[in-house]
């Protein structure tokens, strides 16, 4: 398995870095730090601050980036067959996905620092970016590392649990875990004396429908591995992730994989989820 892990000195990529390894066991990881230059990466104002001590300071940056490098690299378990260091003047954001694509890493790691959904608008932020722009499964740590012994699998459809199926068949986790799979039924009215539409009937079906979905979801996860129990919650499915999240080391959801326009105007259960719940959050695509 190949990992690319983003680094900065943010306590969160140091925890990052040990996150994975409670996850994982790979055989393949690339630290990857961007040497963000802020408004000198501008040609013209690099210039005009040449006489300044600009290169000073660039290679200062620099050799500052393959410090961080080699203490991230001490952190990595001696039993991973290969370790790569990417340090790389540009956006950290845009680096580890070009990293991310060299190396054909499975998985993209980046830790979060928790900046609300209108500070990540106005400010941005590496996770975000990463997260909002991969093409790949990404693993946002968020809080302190820990082992990894209960995993929320959030199911929304069939494309969702045939992805995550996969994934966890394919990557098994560094220890057995217990699984619980989760669908959230969105309530619709059902207060009115007429229920003209039959929506009684719907909604009765709908949850029996949820039942049957988890079910056999979790049929396809029964491994020497997993231990697969399943739940149907009604209501805002982020909201109810979030809750059910509050008793799980990980949560494993699937992104539809909505860009731009479209994702502002539809919304993204995957996105609102990294920001309703403290543990890390696995988002496979």
Known sequence: MRIAIGVDWSDQAFTAVTQTFHVYHPTDVTLVHGVNLGFFEQPLLAEM??????DDFRNAMVDAGRQLLERAAAMVPPDVGSVRKVNEIGSPAQIILDSAQTVAADLVVVGARGRSRVAETVLGSVSHRVLSH????????KGPARPIKRVLVAIEGHDDADRITQWLTRHQFATPVELCVLNAVVPVGLDSPYDALGARAWWEGAES???EFVKATAAKLLDSRYTVSTKVAVGNPAAMVGEQAQAMDLVVVASHGRKGIDRFLLGSVSHAIV???????????
């Open 209 to 211: 429908y949820a039942e």
């Open 134 to 141: 991969a093409s790949r499964p990404t693993l946002i740590v």
């Open 49 to 54: 601050t040449n006489l300044q001590g600009y």
């Open 275 to 285: 920001h309703q719940v403290a543990c890390p959050i696995l988002v496979i695509r």
